[in-house]
């Protein structure tokens, strides 16, 4: 897989000012790293006396959150996903008309929590992560298995019923704070929320947690010598994942039969029904600790 790589942490530009709020935390400060070493006019705002702190140790200087949000022309908001439509009732109705404003998350979009305001823009942007078949070249790429400081990756955004000028703004935004980046993928809100969590949360990650309880059975309850158990695992990982989503290789025949005795034996026959509406609001409630999305 040859990337190339369209968006580095060193853009942007001074006339415009991104507010990250929540600069503290922990994808306020990815983000925040970013956007220090760009040359957009970025304030930063903490609620928690920890982030805060982190925040002046960096040398950063903090703004209010009130503050931050009215100047700004772009306000990320990276906070816990359970307080967001709290933050934004606090900063959307301060915010400039025809302003932005972007979570990193599409739960609370997709939920209808964000505080409504009809002359503001919302956006949302997740991280890919660096992709499993990035052709790594550098330690540093290796080292950045989440993404965000130097492995190169995608991006998913929304951003419905905005024109160009107002999407190539987010665009430019989104792309600086996940630096550095191939490229942004556009789809709907609803489209971002099938992706994640659906299809990476609750399948990916739990698969890849599952292969983890996988190892220390055979470990643990079967007696295989872990180093022997692991570098099976780890090996055939990566072909299976390179087998079965790029096809580069065919499965045995006898693979074929153990792959069978296997979706029998643990994939449920109605597996699919994650991907039906009520089921993705169903997850999605219960991750943001709500009775409903109010969608």
């Known amino acids: 897989m040859t990337d190339t790589i369209t968006t580095s942490a060193q853009s942007g530009t001074a006339e415009l000012t991104v507010a990250v709020i929540g600069a503290g935390g922990k994808m306020g400060t990815r983000v925040s790293n970013n956007l220090a070493q760009s040359a957009y006019t970025t304030l930063y705002s903490e609620a928690s006396p920890a982030g805060r702190e982190r925040i002046e140790a960096l040398g950063r200087t903090l703004t209010d959150t009130v503050d931050a949000a009215a100047q700004a022309d772009v306000v990320i908001l990276a906070v816990p996903d359970v307080i967001l439509g709290k933050v934004s009732e606090e900063v959307v109705p301060v915010m400039k008309s025809g302003a932005i404003i972007l979570t990193l998350d599409p739960a609370a979009a997709y939920a209808g929590?964000?505080?409504?305001?009809?002359?503001?823009?919302?956006?949302?942007?997740?991280?890919?992560h660096p992709s499993v078949f990035l052709e790594r070249t550098t330690k540093a790429e290796w080292d950045d298995t989440f993404g965000g400081i130097a492995a190169p990756q995608e991006v998913i955004a929304a951003l419905e019923d905005a024109s160009d000028e107002v999407r190539d703004i987010a665009e430019k935004v989104i792309a600086t704070i996940y630096a550095p980046v191939i490229a942004v993928h556009w789809v709907t809100v609803k489209q971002l929320a099938v992706l994640e969590p659906t299809l990476v949360e609750t399948i990916a990650?739990?698969?890849?947690?599952?292969?983890?309880?996988?190892?220390?059975?055979?470990?643990?309850?079967?007696?295989?010598?872990?180093?022997?158990?692991?570098?099976?695992?780890?090996?055939?990982?990566?072909i299976a994942l390179t087998n079965g989503l790029r096809g580069s290789n065919p499965f045995s025949d006898a693979c074929h039969i153990a792959m069978g005795y296997g979706r029998d034996k643990i994939i449920k026959p109605t597996w699919k029904e994650i991907f039906d509406d009520a089921e993705l609001d169903g997850v999605i409630a219960k991750m943001l600790k709500i009775d409903a999305v109010k969608r």
């Open 113 to 128: 929590l964000l505080a409504a305001r009809e002359d503001i823009h919302y956006a949302v942007a997740h991280p890919c």
């Open 205 to 238: 990650c739990m698969i890849g947690d599952f292969l983890n309880e996988a190892l220390e059975e055979t470990v643990n309850g079967v007696g295989v010598p872990r180093e022997a158990a692991r570098a099976m695992l780890y090996g055939h990982t990566w």
